[in-house]
């Protein structure tokens, strides 16, 4: 049973702060082993790879078989139920249309001085997706990463994904098929961060690594960073449901279950003005538990991190909402709009009673990646942004040169760098 | 004597790829230190504080005196060279209207379906501005940091700026009160990085923390990332230059010591399709070197890492800019412009003979904080979107809902995820 806080009481303050404060991921200190296995893949290549793919991933490979063929692809998207297809189609061409919306556009303009400026934007070059294998290995969330790529014109997206025991979902081969991704390994864990970084005789050296991966792969990325870019280290999943007392208790109970099956240490929080209808919430939860698939899982989740807080008016809850900054914010009550208008920090916003989260996971559109652990205070989700990068221009003719001279010079001098002031001096025969 | 390489011989590409890859930064390993610091200051707050500026900046500081108070800036303020202060209003003024231009725009939208779409941005609430102390404390730097931070509407801007010895550059206040930042504490290295993430009693944390830093600083960000936002992690400063031979030498000089005065590890390179021009600049750049305060600095850089590159045509030259990255480009021919649309990777490209990169280093208004060490691959300079964040936004009602089910239960049950199915399928009682 999830805890509860009542606003109105003494100690709340003092238990809200302790809440904020909980720790949901024991994270091993697996960095010297990482550090190794990046030495290891930089100094001799494919052979580690294939070492390590044998002993982690109990998977026999060579050169040869490290990348998955176009036969591969077929046969997956052949043997795949039409329906699941039709819906990754249609959950792509949300994305993507979504997300060609944040596009950034190219400045050029000169000032009063005539001085011109600008900022550019383009591509990177390449990019490496890294999917899970196993029971977290999505396809949902190969579109989430790949789509937003290619609709920035990054021209090689790589995808690498292991396969333990031999073993792929094919619907991540699908996903990439659809996506656009065909150079995919079956490679995973520190060994492909660091192939994906550094390059082998076979994988080669990508400019940015982005996808979420476990403690091995999250440590590797945190190492790759420099020598490429990465995106966000995803923590476990969290949704705050902001609901009253006109909602129907099973509907928010399944709510807070579906984000609770994800992991056990996912968090579900739930914030009403009503007592009554939060204690009918908890029966409700407890009830739909023995009929879930991963119910231990959510079991465990919603026992060790879900939480209950009663607030006298859900008005008053924006504040608790930006402290607690969630991945995913749901508001089920009439004045959602005019509430999410005053949330500053949400990684997701989720309006009204038919806004379920669920449908941002898969065909909303907007992107699934988002920030958790509190980061939505200082970061965004996944977007297009992430797969472009801004150059900026300045071009001053000598008139401008001359306007602008006399203060670099200055401030060049007050910083002790003549050879700065030199340079723009030099050219006014100063 | 900077190196030479010639496009032209065949060792070309062994020689420019080894190039490539030469470190210019020996990192010390300062992570168990620092580690160490912020776990200190974690627990004893002030105290620790006080206790490392002692240690380390030979400087006694109380609870009270931790934070710098109005007399002081006051002080700078009456104190300093009004020609400085001058162009140091030019300079802010110059930076806040180009970084007006970066503000970006929220969205909302209906899409064919009616389900509603939108990404909205918010200023970070707090940002931390770490300035380092000594030689390296520039105002500049303070404007460059600050000023964006300010364009984006974050409410509460912090400096923490080292005073070893009790010493202070006053023309960092300055620019700190010209930048609106009135909250600045006299504290540096990873003690201030900590007393910024997790907060003392005096200092109040933050939500972000920018700003370049020494190898204590650097390692300091990285481990309370997470915690706290960073931005990126600042190497040493590089400057490429493509000239053609009809320059002043003199100029292209001035302008690769302009850059190696910065620090030994800084790295100047000159792209030519001319030889004698390059044996020209060569000699100009020995000849400047034994009239700068810094030459010493300057000739440790241009000897160790600084090159000159010999194309049979500049327009060949994009390639090569491109996988050098450079954090400035300085193209100094006529058909600069033409070079410059076909360039990708690159801080910021400077065009033409009349604009000197240290225009951009001080009052051009673009921002001088830029990816090093080939990161202009994957990212991008410091600009106001450092400093927003976005929440994406979902709204459908039951119409929506029912158009999009289908499509997200079959991915959800695809997925093994029955609560996500449930948490859809419940609305409409399917």
């Not at 916003?349 to 379920?356: E, N, Q």
């Given at each position: 049973?999830?805890?509860?806080l009542?606003?109105?009481?003494?100690?709340?303050?003092?238990?809200?702060?302790?809440?904020?404060?909980?720790k949901r991921?024991?994270?091993d200190?697996v960095?010297?082993?990482?550090r190794?296995?990046?030495?290891?893949v930089?100094?001799?290549?494919?052979?580690a790879?294939?070492?390590y793919?044998k002993?982690?991933?109990?998977?026999s490979?060579s050169a040869?078989?490290l990348?998955?063929?176009?036969?591969?692809?077929?046969a997956?998207?052949?043997a795949?139920?039409p329906?699941?297809v039709?819906?990754?189609?249609?959950?792509?061409?949300?994305?993507?249309?979504h997300?060609?919306?944040?596009?950034?556009?190219?400045?050029?303009?000169?000032?009063a001085?005539g001085?011109?400026l600008?900022?550019?934007?383009t591509?990177?070059?390449?990019v490496?997706?890294?999917?899970?294998?196993?029971?977290?290995?999505?396809?949902?969330s190969?579109?989430?990463?790949?789509v937003?790529a290619?609709?920035?014109g990054?021209?090689r997206?790589?995808m690498?994904v292991?396969?333990?025991?031999?073993?792929?979902?094919p619907?991540v081969?699908v996903?990439a098929?659809?996506a656009?991704?065909?150079e995919?390994?079956?490679?995973?864990?520190?060994?492909a961060i660091?192939?994906?970084?550094?390059?082998?005789?076979?994988v080669g050296a990508?400019?940015k690594?982005?996808?979420?991966g476990?403690?091995?792969?999250?440590?590797?990325?945190?190492?790759?960073?420099?020598?490429?870019?990465?995106?966000?280290?995803?923590?476990?999943?969290?949704?705050l449901?902001v609901?009253?007392?006109?909602?129907?208790?099973?509907?928010i109970a399944a709510?807070?279950?579906?984000?609770?099956?994800?992991?056990?240490?996912?968090?579900s929080?739930?914030?009403t003005?009503?007592?009554?209808?939060?204690?009918?919430?908890?029966?409700?939860?407890?009830s739909?538990?023995?009929?879930l698939k991963?119910?231990?899982?959510?079991?465990?989740?919603?026992?060790?991190?879900?939480?209950?807080?009663?607030?006298?008016s859900?008005?008053?809850a924006?504040?608790?909402?930006?402290?607690?900054?969630?991945?995913?914010?749901?508001?089920?009550?009439?004045?959602?709009?005019?509430?999410?208008?005053?949330v500053?920090?949400?990684?997701?916003i989720?309006?009204?009673?038919h806004?379920?989260e669920?449908?941002?996971?898969?065909?909303?559109?907007?992107?699934?990646?988002?920030?958790?652990?509190?980061?939505a205070?200082?970061?965004s989700?996944?977007?297009?942004l992430?797969?472009v990068?801004?150059t900026?221009i300045?071009?001053?003719g000598?008139e401008q040169?001359?306007?602008?001279?006399?203060?670099?010079?200055a401030?060049a001098?007050?910083?002790?760098?003549?050879?700065?002031a030199?340079?723009?001096?030099i050219?006014?025969?100063?």
């Amino acid at each position: 049973m999830a805890i509860t806080l009542d606003a109105q009481t003494a100690d709340f303050e003092t238990r809200f702060a302790a809440f904020l404060e909980t720790k949901r991921e024991v994270s091993d200190d697996v960095d010297q082993t990482v550090r190794d296995i990046i030495a290891d893949v930089r100094t001799r290549g494919d052979e580690a790879l294939i070492d390590y793919t044998k002993r982690f991933d109990r998977n026999s490979l060579s050169a040869e078989t490290l990348r998955i063929g176009e036969a591969e692809f077929d046969a997956a998207l052949a043997a795949a139920d039409p329906e699941t297809v039709k819906a990754l189609e249609l959950a792509r061409d949300r994305i993507s249309a979504h997300h060609l919306r944040q596009l950034p556009a190219d400045d050029r303009y000169a000032d009063a001085l005539g001085v011109e400026l600008g900022s550019r934007w383009t591509p990177v070059e390449s990019v490496g997706l890294y999917v899970p294998g196993g029971t977290a290995s999505y396809p949902s969330s190969v579109l989430m990463n790949a789509v937003p790529a290619q609709v920035a014109g990054v021209e090689r997206v790589v995808m690498a994904v292991p396969a333990p025991d031999g073993v792929l979902n094919p619907l991540v081969l699908v996903a990439a098929r659809l996506a656009g991704v065909s150079e995919v390994y079956r490679v995973g864990g520190a060994q492909a961060i660091a192939a994906l970084a550094y390059g082998t005789q076979t994988v080669g050296a990508v400019a940015k690594i982005v996808g979420p991966g476990n403690a091995y792969v999250a440590a590797a990325k945190r190492q790759v960073f420099g020598k490429v870019g990465i995106d966000m280290i995803a923590g476990p999943s969290e949704v705050l449901i902001v609901a009253d007392g006109d909602n129907d208790p099973e509907w928010i109970a399944a709510d807070l279950l579906a984000q609770a099956e994800h992991d056990t240490a996912a968090q579900s929080i739930l914030v009403t003005d009503d007592a009554a209808f939060a204690a009918a919430v908890e029966a409700a939860v407890a009830s739909q538990l023995t009929r879930l698939k991963r119910g231990e899982t959510a079991a465990a989740s919603w026992r060790d991190f879900g939480a209950v807080i009663l607030v006298p008016s859900l008005d008053g809850a924006v504040a608790l909402a930006d402290r607690i900054a969630p991945e995913h914010l749901e508001l089920a009550f009439d004045a959602a709009e005019a509430f999410a208008a005053r949330v500053r920090n949400a990684g997701a916003i989720f309006i009204g009673r038919h806004t379920p989260e669920v449908i941002g996971d898969y065909v909303g559109g907007s992107n699934h990646v988002l920030p958790t652990a509190r980061s939505a205070r200082f970061s965004s989700g996944l977007s297009v942004l992430d797969f472009v990068k801004r150059t900026s221009i300045l071009k001053l003719g000598s008139e401008q040169l001359r306007a602008l001279a006399p203060a670099a010079i200055a401030l060049a001098e007050a910083e002790g760098l003549d050879g700065h002031a030199r340079s723009v001096a030099i050219r006014l025969n100063m």
